[in-house]
């Protein structure tokens, strides 16, 4: 069974950056695509990135573009979220999830079969 645990959440000034991690453990080799979701207070998740194990293409909303980056480190079993020029919209619960090994890389929720608890991320204006 894969398990994912983020962690980096926390508290941030408007315009500031944070690095969000996702170690992923048990069974890894069963996945093909990392992603990470967000959902704020009253609405839906939201896609934010995702990344491939093998070759590392990467997928990114539209809403993140130009300020995040996707990474991964095969090694370590670790992907990570770098946001930068945070904005107070981007505060919500960050999720990392994980799609079975043949999906593709996508943005559908649906295709992710394995998920995270969670971390906070709180930007101030």
């Known amino acids: 069974q894969v398990q994912l645990v983020e962690s980096g959440g926390g508290l941030v000034q408007a315009g500031g950056s944070l690095r969000l991690s996702c170690a992923a453990s048990?069974?890894?080799?069963?996945?093909?695509?990392l992603g990470w979701f967000r959902q704020a207070p009253g609405k839906e998740r939201e896609f934010v990135a995702a990344i491939r194990w093998s070759g590392g293409s990467t997928l990114y909303a539209d809403s993140v573009k130009g300020r995040a980056t996707i990474s991964r480190d095969n090694a370590e079993n670790t992907v990570y979220l770098q946001m930068n020029t945070l904005k107070p919209e981007d505060t919500a619960v960050y999720y990392c999830?994980?799609?079975?090994?043949?999906?593709?890389?996508?943005?559908?929720?649906?295709?992710?079969?394995?998920w995270g608890q969670g971390t906070q991320v709180t930007v101030s204006s």
């Open positions: 048990g069974g890894t080799f069963s996945t093909n695509v």
């Open positions: 999830a994980a799609t079975p090994r043949y999906n593709p890389i996508t943005s559908s929720g649906a295709y992710y079969h394995y």
